[in-house]
């Protein structure tokens, strides 16, 4: 099975702090996925990665930045934390983006900043 | 724009009744469409896909989604609902060309006995 694992899942922050999301996946897949999840809204798509130091915006990209120096890992960078970014974050990954591979889940990182 | 529409954001059965789960999409090409499930405090978990190999699609937990294109629906059904299918249902879209999930906002079902 597809292990996709969030390095935290709580996590409390203050306005101001730079944070740092992890995320990992051990079935070599090429693409990496952030979103965050607000009740009534869904998921909405961050960044996304579909190769190492390669990177594209998603929806709301805006006060998020992403790392990828190795296949496995996603990072996710609030570079100074506001209020408005508490929320769930998602981490994903699917094989390739050939024959529309289903996109594997971690359990998501609780981010409350302060 | 893409988009999807999930009607309803409560949805409420008894257990043993018919769970129906509604989903909407907006695409003009025939999209590659996919039901998610949520627990509590968990990620997401793949229901079913759809890719165009067949309307109706068989997922897992007993669950089956019917691809329906003059409609313009991919609805969620399951023929008789267990307390353990409580939990938030989301619907997906990636349009032909598109490598890029859109998520409706999602429905939380709850089963009562």
């Known amino acids: 099975d597809v292990k996709v694992t969030q390095s935290s899942r709580y996590l409390v922050k203050r306005t101001g702090e730079k944070v740092f999301l992890e995320c990992v996946q051990d079935?070599?897949?090429?693409?990496m996925f952030w979103y965050r999840q607000d009740p009534g809204l869904g998921l909405r798509l961050i960044y996304f990665?579909?190769?190492?130091?390669?990177?594209e915006k998603g929806d709301i990209p805006e006060g998020y930045s992403v790392s990828r120096e190795k296949k496995e890992r996603f990072s996710l960078i609030l570079e100074s934390a506001s209020t408005n970014q508490t929320s769930m974050y998602l981490c994903?990954?699917?094989?390739?983006?050939?024959?529309?591979?289903?996109?594997?889940f971690g359990d998501g990182t609780r981010l409350s900043i302060l | 724009a893409q988009s999807v529409t999930q009607l309803g954001s409560h949805v409420s059965v008894s257990e043993g009744a018919l769970v129906l789960l509604r989903c909407n999409y907006s695409?003009?090409?025939?999209?590659?469409l996919f039901w998610y499930v949520q627990y509590p405090n968990q990620g997401l978990q793949l229901l079913l896909k759809?890719?165009?190999?067949?309307?109706l699609v068989k997922g897992i937990n007993g669950f089956e989604a019917e691809f329906k294109k003059s409609e313009t629906s991919f609805h969620l059904t399951k023929p008789s609902a267990h307390m353990s299918d409580a939990a938030e249902y989301f619907c997906a879209v990636t349009p032909a060309g598109y490598n890029k999930l859109i998520f409706g906002a999602g429905t939380r079902l709850a089963v009562h006995p």
């Open positions: 695409s003009s090409v025939p999209p590659y």
């Open positions: 079935m070599d897949h090429e693409n």
């Open positions: 994903a990954s699917s094989f390739s983006t050939r024959d529309h591979q289903p996109q594997h």
């Open positions: 759809y890719t165009s190999a067949a309307t």
């Open positions: 990665s579909y190769d190492v130091k390669m990177k």
